[in-house]
């Protein structure tokens, strides 16, 4: 409440506040005619460079997403407008529930988020949260954004470490005069008629007869995920128009999804089986309600046993009795966020014109899956058990013996807590943004730019609803006290307040066991970054520096840096122990700062302009030296273009970028966690030998075993931090052709390739990796990196199975392609149509050569690419060959505009260029998709505008797969693939 209020007297503040100022200024300005202003240095930003350019053509390719765009996909998240372009892939976005940071990312050509820096107007945002150094792009509100520049390639040398895949340059409005309001309502509807193969809705159905509160179809029509938001922008220059600030306040809201109301997620996929191959199966948790009560085959005979009526065990069936966890999740999670801010500039003379930028964003997300309870934590069980019934006592092997000495014998308890309900990782950000600074002329030609720019990131997150290992152990040790079941811990002193937890009978469980069970797990963090920069720009051209052939001089840019990246985290002592049940083992905090100091330097160098051999041609280049703590890197780019004539120019580039390790990568400690793959190689698929599992640890009786495979397909991993790690290089090549024939005015194109290499990667080899490099090709090091419980030789149960799985340097990642723009606007009345307006095309896609991927282990299955390939172990999610989007608008005469927008991405296949398609399974092939969006714009009065549209107009089902696990959501990629239905959107924008 009281975190509420604060944002309301924020919210107030910046209100009443711009309010005032422009009631203060108008009077003035209507007295005072406004002066003419004097000479000011252009606040231009050219992404991927220093150096101003009017014409702002750069010699590396530039995608760029326009505020017409924010308006026409009617978004309230940037990061789902900049995520549809054929550049980018899927990352941290609002369909993550299940491993979701809160955050929402970008990753360039899928080399991760961590490689692609996100700019605004040219400078740097800092670690987007304490668990993810990716920046967050809730921080950035969308209706400020005049246009978003995507420059994909390295860019190391312009803007330092991180720019590895390219840079993502949010430009935002300026010098903007009056006040004007936006408001967005938007909402998904969906019909629950999948009819895509498998005959999922049949399974549902089937499923919903004998366990109804597992497995229940949606209804037919829904309607759900609204979304809210309104922006508030204020502006006013000063009377002699030289200043200009701009402040801004916004709100947004977005509803949840569950998984549940859509019925191509209403149950968690199971792998087809050979008996019926193309129809779908609902799968699920061995950890079930009423649960599963198995021995694992240790210390006796195997059995397997869920409750029954009475106290009783009746055996247990995966078919039957596993747990649908997928109906609880979020499709899509609830958030919402608070954001204000200013800009603002003022020219103090002929050579100095102060600016600043002040932005602040308040955002909540909660992250709900699946309910917490006992993952088989516990190996044994008392047989003087009072809450054990005398059948289920015989039916675990407890003699009579054991019951009258209070021995134990073998018992793994799998069982959901749904009496308490889903996980919620509620996950609170507040960040801030400061950049201020002083630019001007300082003598002819020459001008510079001081800044200095501070940004924290306070993250608090609370995760309810888990249950406590410690807890769960001695509320299942309980015994007889004077007839009454007694926690055994509460007789030794140990823990007065436990209380039992009774899931041996139906009914059993009580709010007392759950209060003194469920416990919160608590992080709190902060990151911090810290940037000056100086820098000078200077055309040499006042001293008559350049080439013969132009009238232009050489340009050259160059300064200095200092950044500071810093990062803390600290986990409660749930958190740190790994006494949370449902986490997948412990997170522990971790502090760490890295410094940098840069000089940097760019030239840029016209040859010619206007001659008999060329109508342009020019050179660039530029050097970044960056000193860290205990290492030097050097970064540098050259370019060139050459225009032989007017309509056509050629293009080329080539640059060095340099990555060195974030504070995670360096310092995280090490910890267990969750990987997944559909199997276990040693399991009952047995695509292993009995020999090399022998490797591994699994004897022969173990070998084969259905105790292996973790019915949820996800397994145990030993990740961390590593100090020692080297910064990671990356070679990137483009060249390219930019059309403008003048025989067909208002038409441009450009084809560009593009080839990156990142060397000495700073990753992991990968535990699905791992598990290949031992069993596939013999690797002795792989094998010893795969830990199996010594007692049922699984990889999934206890905390000594899992595959380490650390940090460090290995091969690397190459990607290459080309990239594709197009732009057409044609007048109708050119046309013969007559006075009916205008209609603007245009196009991007992005052709897919190669996706490598290189574990630097020299062995068969080291390299493989992900091209056209998604779901294996390897490559997670899908990659198609071809992705584009291309839109048609037509502007009307009569003040509105109608837009037509396709999306589409080309069909994948399961596996990776190692497996190749692996044929037989139902989901072997993910179709081509495609999406329609509409929209229209109509200009009501000089001072108000509304749009309306829907995208996914069609309500196109997504394509489904068994293994999108949690690298999707919902049995498949809701990060690519639109998976929630139509979304309609109203909005209007009035100005006073």
């Known amino acids: 409440m009281r975190t509420h209020i604060n944002r309301q007297r924020l919210l107030a503040s910046t209100i009443i506040g711009g309010a ?53 996909q009617g978004v309230t998240r940037v990061e789902d407008l900049v995520n549809q372009l054929p550049q980018a892939f899927a990352a941290q976005n609002s369909t993550v529930s299940n491993g979701a940071s809160g955050t929402a990312t970008v990753s360039l050509r899928n080399l991760g988020s961590d490689r692609t820096l996100v700019l605004i107007d040219g400078r740097r945002m800092g670690y987007g949260s304490p668990t993810d150094t990716a920046a967050d792009l809730n921080q950035i509100p969308g209706q400020l954004v005049e246009r978003v520049e995507v420059l994909t390639g390295g860019a190391s040398a312009v803007y330092g470490s991180d720019a590895v895949a390219g840079v993502v340059n949010f430009i935002m409005k300026k010098d903007f005069e009056g006040i004007q309001i936006d408001a967005q309502y938007g909402f998904y509807q969906h019909n629950n008629d999948y009819d895509g193969p498998g005959n999922l809705r049949n399974e549902i159905a089937r499923r919903g007869q004998t366990n109804p509160a597992n497995f229940a179809l949606p209804e037919d ?44 997620s209403a149950c968690s996929l199971g792998a087809p089986s050979a ?71 003022y020219q103090i003379n002929d050579n100095a014109e102060a600016f600043a930028q002040l932005m602040f964003s308040d955002y909540e997300s909660v992250a709900q899956i699946a309910p917490s309870g006992s993952f088989f934590n516990n190996s044994t069980i008392n047989c003087d058990n009072p809450l054990l019934s005398a059948q289920q006592r015989t039916a675990i092997s407890c003699t009579p013996a054991l019951i009258a000495s209070g021995g134990t014998v073998p018992l793994y308890i799998g069982r959901r807590n749904v009496e308490g309900g889903g996980r919620q990782d509620s996950l609170n950000y507040e960040s801030y943004r400061a950049v201020v600074g002083v630019r001007g002329a300082i003598t002819e030609g020459w001008n510079y730019d001081v800044a200095a720019q501070f940004s924290r990131v306070r993250l608090s997150e609370t995760y309810l609803n888990d249950f406590s290992i410690t807890r769960l152990a001695r509320a299942l040790d309980v015994i007889n006290v004077n007839g009454v079941p007694t ?54 051209g006042v001293y008559g520096i350049q080439s013969p052939f132009t009238t232009n001089g050489i340009k050259v840019a160059f300064g200095t840096e200092y950044r500071r990246d810093a990062l803390e985290s600290v986990t409660d002592t749930s958190f740190s122990t790994g006494d949370g049940a449902g986490q997948g083992g412990p997170r522990i905090g971790l502090k760490g700062a890295v410094d940098v100091v840069d000089i940097f330097g760019e030239v840029q160098v016209p040859l010619a302009d206007e001659q008999a051999w060329a109508y342009s041609a020019s050179v660039d280049a530029a050097y970044r030296r960056s000193e860290y703590k205990n290492l030097t890197t050097d970064t540098y780019k050259f370019g060139a273009d050459y225009a032989p004539i007017e309509d056509v120019r050629l293009r080329a580039s080539y640059s060095r970028a340099v990555r060195a390790p974030n504070v995670i990568e360096l310092f995280a400690a090490q910890g267990l966690g969750l990987f997944d793959i559909d199997f276990d190689p040693c399991g009952p698929s047995r695509t292993a030998t009995a020999a090399e599992c022998a490797l591994t640890g699994v004897t022969a009786t173990q070998y084969g075993s259905a105790t292996l495979d973790s019915p949820a397909g996800q397994y145990n991993q030993l990740t961390g931090g590593n100090p020692n790690v080297e910064p990671e290089e990356s070679d990137t090549f483009t060249f390219g052709v930019v059309f403008t024939p003048s025989f067909l005015p208002r038409f441009n194109m450009s084809v560009d390739y593009f080839d990156i290499q990142v060397d000495g990667l700073i990753s992991t080899v990968g535990a699905a990796n791992t598990l290949d490099l031992c069993y596939n090709d013999n690797d002795a090091a792989a094998c010893d990196r795969i830990n199996r419980n010594p007692n049922n030789g699984s990889l999934w149960i206890g905390d000594t199975a899992f595959v380490e799985n650390l940090n460090i340097n290995i091969g690397g990642l190459k990607t290459s392609g080309v990239d594709i723009n197009a732009n057409y606007n044609i007048d109708l009345e050119d046309l013969g149509l007559g006075s009916f307006g205008s209609v603007g095309l245009a196009y991007v896609a992005t052709i897919l050569d190669s996706l490598e991927s290189d574990t630097g282990t020299q062995t068969a299955s080291s390299v493989y690419d992900c091209t056209g390939y998604y779901g294996s172990a390897q490559c997670g999610i899908p990659n198609p060959e071809y992705r584009h989007r291309a839109r048609a608008t037509w502007s009307t005469p009569w003040d509105v505009d109608v837009s ?56 196109r089902d997504p394509p489904l797969s068994t293994s999108a696990g949690t690298g999707g959501n919902g049995n498949t990629y809701p990060q690519l693939y639109d998976a929630l239905g139509r979304y309609a959107f109203f909005s209007v924008t009035a100005n006073f």
Do not use: H
């Open 900 to 955: 037509g927008t396709w999306r589409y991405y080309s069909e994948v296949e399961f596996g990776s260029s190692l497996t190749g398609g692996v044929a037989g399974r139902l989901d072997s092939k993910l179709d081509a998709q495609y999406y329609l969006d509409l929209a229209a714009s109509w200009q009501v009065t000089d001072t108000l505008s509304a749009r309306v549209g829907i995208n996914n107009i069609l309500d």
């Open 20 to 72: 005032a100022l422009l009631a203060f200024a108008a009077p003035a300005m209507a007295q005072t005619a406004p002066q003419e202003p004097e000479a000011t240095v252009d606040d231009i930003v050219v992404t991927g460079s220093r150096i101003p350019q009017a014409n702002l053509v750069t010699n590396s390719p530039i995608t760029q997403v326009t505020a017409e765009d924010i308006d026409v």
């Open 487 to 540: 926690c055994r811990s509460v007789t030794t002193g140990v823990d007065a307040g436990c209380v039992p937890y009774n899931v041996f009978s139906s009914g059993g469980v009580t709010q007392a066991a759950l209060d003194y069970l469920q416990i919160p797990l608590v992080q709190t963090g902060d990151t911090t970054q810290q940037v000056v920069t100086a820098a000078v720009t200077g055309d040499l």
């Open 221 to 264: 029509d829904v309607s759900d995920g609204e979304s809210r938001e309104v922006t508030l922008t204020m502006g006013i220059s000063s009377p002699d128009g030289k200043g200009n600030i701009l402040a801004y306040a916004g709100y947004r809201n977005n509803n949840p999804i569950l998984q549940r109301d859509r019925d191509y």
């Open 275 to 345: 008996a019926a191959p193309t129809t779908y199966t609902c799968g699920g948790s061995g950890t079930s309600f009423p649960g599963q009560f198995t021995n694992f085959g240790v210390g006796g005979p195997s059995f397997a046993f869920t409750v029954g009526p009475n106290g009783t065990f009746v055996p247990y069936s995966a078919a039957n009795n596993a747990y649908n966890f997928g109906p609880i999740n979020y499709y899509q999670r609830p958030d919402e966020r608070y954001t204000l801010g200013a800009f603002g500039r």
